[in-house]
């Protein structure tokens, strides 16, 4: 599997690229701005197939729209998050004076959802806390997760926006993620790379969890 990165949008996005080697289909994960991928994609000589959602906040959002209309993509979201696509008032665009290109879903993201998109074998794990609707896409065969905001390098999602639990949270982070077995690489919606491993065993948001018994 290939992975380019991609900074977008007004936050910061990080915007996952993915395919096979030789391959020239790709799948997008949180495309925030259509234009900047659009041009990626035509430099790498990609075209995207599968738009995929790790959850519906306008950040990781606002490029959606348009990239499927360009390339005739597959969109994935949950269905909890499904409403953000085509409601501000649900994605949180408005908070920031904002709006985003309304669309609809092709395939619903829901828990344990397996599937195929550019020539790579995905399978939707459910991780509700950040959001709803939040899911992380486990790629198996490479050992990768692709955890939006629900994970991060020595840090978690926010938990104190519409819709989002920090009991939830945890739950999805410990009985979800830190249970799979062996050890993947964490591509995560904002900040760098990290590794299962290393969050199990340094990640101070769960620490501090664990101490006030959350």
């Keep these: 599997m290939v992975i380019h990165t991609l ?26 701005d259509a234009d900047i991928v659009i041009r990626s994609l035509s430099d790498m000589g990609l075209s995207c197939t599968h738009i995929l959602l790790t ?86 065969d490479e050992h990768a997760i692709f955890s939006g905001d629900t994970l991060f390098r020595l840090s978690a999602g ?5 819709g989002s639990d920090s009991f939830v949270l945890y739950d999805s982070i410990v009985l979800k993620l830190f249970a799979l077995d062996g050890d993947y690489d964490v591509y995560p919606g904002h900040m760098g790379k990290t590794t299962l491993e290393f969050e199990r065993k340094r990640n101070p948001f769960i620490k501090h969890w664990k101490q006030n018994e959350w």
């Design 7 to 32: 900074q977008t949008g007004p936050l910061d996005v990080n915007t996952y690229i993915v395919h096979t080697k030789d391959g020239t289909d790709c799948a997008v994960i949180d495309p925030a």
């Design 55 to 140: 959850h519906g906040h306008f950040d990781h959002i606002m490029g959606v729209s348009r990239l499927k209309k360009h390339y005739g993509s597959k969109v994935l979201i949950h269905p909890d998050d499904a409403p953000a696509l085509y409601e501000d008032t649900f994605n949180l665009s408005y908070a920031m004076g904002l709006s985003v290109e309304h669309c609809s879903a092709d395939l619903l993201a829901e828990d344990g959802f397996e599937f195929e998109a550019a020539g790579l074998s995905f399978t939707v794990i459910h991780t509700p806390g950040h959001s709803k609707g939040s899911v992380c896409y486990l790629v198996k």
């Design 158 to 162: 926010r938990s104190d926006l519409p």
